[in-house]
């Protein structure tokens, strides 16, 4: 918009500009050529009364005046007597005395002037005056009688170079060019300004939006500039103070929900345990074991959609984090689980020069812990999950977790990531049918993405792409922690 702007400003300048400047030079180059041609004509003209006069002196005063006039301008000054063939005394005979502007000035007694072009002019001006004798006319013998014409004894004709009038003629039209490159580089200057104050509220704006879209829902923008973007301001102030207001309201509803649902879970499976300690009988025994296991999974599935809510209420920016030091943090969390039923679980790749990724805080915890108990679950006793980690293009780095189970058909990848679907294998044994969904949320949150496909030994590849940040390595500490729940 600001480039649009200046462009328009300086548009509007140049058009102003050539308005003005286009019709001056114009007229400064016609007077230019008026002026110049006035003044041969004036000089042949002079010229030719002095050699009308047809005595001694006039002509040697008109030798001095030609040398003269040879001298101290771009001109040389010719002259043919009557017939052509002949000179007139003292200055020679020209080299082309025939041609039409000689023939029409003996002829007609008309004066000619050719500038050579029909732009602006050629090399050189050539005017041509007739040379009338001075000798008194006769007068008419009767009232009524016109007296004779003027006799025509010769012609006077001046050559005169235009190269110093093409030196004043670029001066004029380079002068006014250099002034308006001037004038127009100034008004881009200023139009950069001018656009840049008249856009500063939409940058203003548009800097809140984008804050506001990472997740920073104090982010507010000044009430300045014209009165629209005032409006515009207050208006998205006043929706971002209300959502605002909405994710408070959902953080305490997750906060509540929480306390109030897990605590008379916990207390029921409880009660089921000691029931289950007190009870002989097999049957009673495994009724009581079926109900604990719902309960179970009951717990699992409020802890999804617990977990669902906070990542779709998206109250966290993104922040640069170490990926290589996080994965290794999860993975010793995660071996023990693992070393029970003899998988193995190997990492690959991670260069030591791996960039900083952007996630939400604990987003990439819980990414992890829910993929890799997705792959836990499914890998068959001794086998090996492979977890590796390489860069996928100039921003992206990519994590991958390949698992050795009994991987999924193309319509189940496609539904994988729907909300409370399970698998009809291994993977829906004991899953709520939410963790392939947390993981896409919260890794499309921190503007990422995730998909399956099937791992080249068999089983499911789950690869999750993640935007880089622009800082440096930053080495994480260990942090305790149990494994939480998968899909």
Not at 312 to 337: F, T
Not at 367 to 390: H, K, Q, Y
């Amino acid at each position: 918009m600001i480039r649009r702007l200046i462009v328009s400003y300086v548009a509007l300048v140049a058009v102003a500009l050539a308005a003005f400047t286009v019709p001056v030079a114009f007229t400064l180059t016609a007077q230019l050529r008026g002026d110049t041609e006035e003044s041969v004509r004036r000089e042949a003209t002079t010229m030719a009364l002095l050699l009308g006069d047809g005595d001694a002196p006039a002509r040697q005063a008109l030798a001095r005046m030609v040398g003269a006039y040879a001298d101290e301008t771009p001109g040389r000054v010719e002259v043919v007597a009557a017939d052509t063939r002949s000179a007139m005394e003292p200055l020679p005979l020209p080299a082309h005395p025939d041609d039409p502007a000689f023939d029409a000035a003996l002829k007609q007694g008309r004066t000619t002037v050719d500038w050579g072009s029909r732009l602006v002019w050629g090399p050189e001006l050539v005017v041509t005056v007739p040379v009338y004798a001075r000798s008194a006319a006769p007068v008419a013998d009767r009232p009524g009688e016109s007296a004779p014409a003027q006799r025509i004894v010769g012609a006077v004709r001046i050559r005169y170079a235009t190269a110093d009038l093409s030196d004043r003629l670029w001066r004029i039209w380079g002068f006014r060019a250099i002034l308006a490159v001037g004038v127009l580089a100034v008004a881009a200057g200023l139009g950069a300004i001018v656009a840049r104050l008249l856009t500063k509220p939409l940058r203003q704006l548009n800097d809140m939006a984008s804050r506001f879209g990472d997740g920073d829902l104090t982010a507010r923008s000044p009430v300045t500039g014209p009165h629209e973007t005032q409006t515009l301001a207050r208006t998205l102030n006043q929706g971002a103070e209300r959502l605002d207001t909405l994710v408070a309201s959902q953080r305490i509803f997750v906060a509540d929900a929480s306390h109030q649902l897990r605590t008379p879970l916990t207390a029921l499976r409880l009660s089921l345990d000691n029931i289950a300690d007190g009870v002989d009988d097999e049957f009673v025994r495994e009724d009581v074991d079926q109900a604990t296991a719902e309960v179970v999974r009951m717990s699992r599935l409020v802890s999804g959609l617990l977990v669902l809510a906070r990542a779709e209420a998206k109250v966290s920016a993104p922040e640069p984090l170490a990926l290589r030091e996080l994965v290794e943090e999860r993975l010793k969390v995660w071996r023990p689980a693992a070393d029970e039923r003899g998988v193995t679980i190997v990492l690959t790749g991670a260069p030591e020069d791996l960039p900083r990724v952007l996630a939400g805080p604990g987003n990439l915890d819980q990414v992890l812990d829910n993929v890799l108990s997705n792959a836990l679950e499914v890998s068959p006793d001794r086998g090996t999950i492979t977890v590796r980690i390489g860069t996928g293009g100039p921003e992206d780095v990519v994590l991958e977790v390949l698992d050795q189970g009994p991987g999924m058909s193309a319509a189940e990848q496609a539904r994988a990531f729907d909300r409370f679907w399970r698998g009809q294998g291994l993977t829906g044994r004991s899953g709520s049918g939410l963790g392939l969904a947390i993981v896409k949320q919260l890794v499309t949150d921190d503007g990422g993405g995730v998909t399956l496909k099937d791992a080249p030994d068999g089983g499911l590849c789950v690869r999750i792409v993640l935007r880089t940040g622009a800082e440096g390595p930053r080495w994480i500490s260990p942090r305790p922690g149990a494994p939480r729940s998968g899909g």
